[in-house]
């Protein structure tokens, strides 16, 4: 298999900068999102199964503000469960998931189309972090953005607010979004969903270190690593590393890196939002709230915002 150029690049690059770190969007080869699916169904990641009861709920509400015909685009494959849910409850005229991996977004639209058959599917492959347009044939349509999962939370602050901007240039003047944000909890909560004691959330991470052996010609001792999930207080934010059990010393591509005991690569970082930071990200990110729905237990948020 030839390895992805840009893999490459940041690898190198993340491992030869200090604080070591490697993009979290390397994490998702397939094992990775076979493992990634794992997690979602775990009983202490709490924030797929939070949301997707949550939408359940609020679906009748949410048809009301936003009505028929719209152009859905949701930014990502969609997910089985969340999408039929927004698909069935508010008739649009186009549902436009957006995805950078064309074989995964033709995959699971063919899951979707299958569901439900009355929605007309129109993927799109595109690398929606970077800014994108949509298709001319939807221009004219008013358009719903769907971004759920709390994947805003993967972004540094600054990315988000560019990403949230970039999503109001594709959707345009009219556009609502609606949004899935993880809440601020108590950190042992937060610890045991990033750090489960089956120990799955570990394989996801360091399945980053066999990808690296495999694709890039590495000698990385991955016995030797282990998964860490850490608690940034500062930043409200959950960090993923992997920590060097002992002093170690491993080539990527015949080059030479070498790590001390205790030492870390920082693989991914989730940050949570109280209800406060998520009103100003979305504003910064030229969004204005319009509801914000939460569970009982306040564990997590949906936000409907306009243009
Ligand atoms: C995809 N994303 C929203 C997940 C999260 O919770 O930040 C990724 C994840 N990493 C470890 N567990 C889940």
Known sequence: MTADPQFRTDVLRGLASTPKAI?????????GSELFDEITRLPSYYPTRTE???????????????????????FGAGSLTKTPLLLEAIAPAFYVPVDISGD???ASAEELVAKLPGVPIHPVEADFVQGMDLPDD????PKLGFFPGSTIGNFIPASATDLLRHFRRTLGTGALLLIGMDRVKPVERLLAAYDDPEGVTA???????ERINRELDGTVPIDTFRHEARWNDILGRIEMHLVAGRDVEFRIGGQPFRMTKGESIHTEN???Y???GGRTLLLAGGWTPVVEW???ARDFAVVLAEA
């Open 104 to 106: 995964y977004l033709r």
């Open 23 to 31: 993009p979290a969007r390397w994490l998702y080869d397939s094992r």
């Open 270 to 272: 989730s940050h949570k």
């Open 52 to 74: 997707s009861a949550l939408l359940q709920r609020i679906m009748p509400e949410v048809a009301a503000r936003v009505g028929p015909g719209r152009a859905v685009v949701e």
């Open 138 to 141: 939807l221009l004219a349509l």
């Open 274 to 276: 109280g209800p406060r």
């Open 294 to 296: 939460t569970d009982a």
């Open 203 to 209: 394989a996801f991470n360091l399945n980053l270190l």
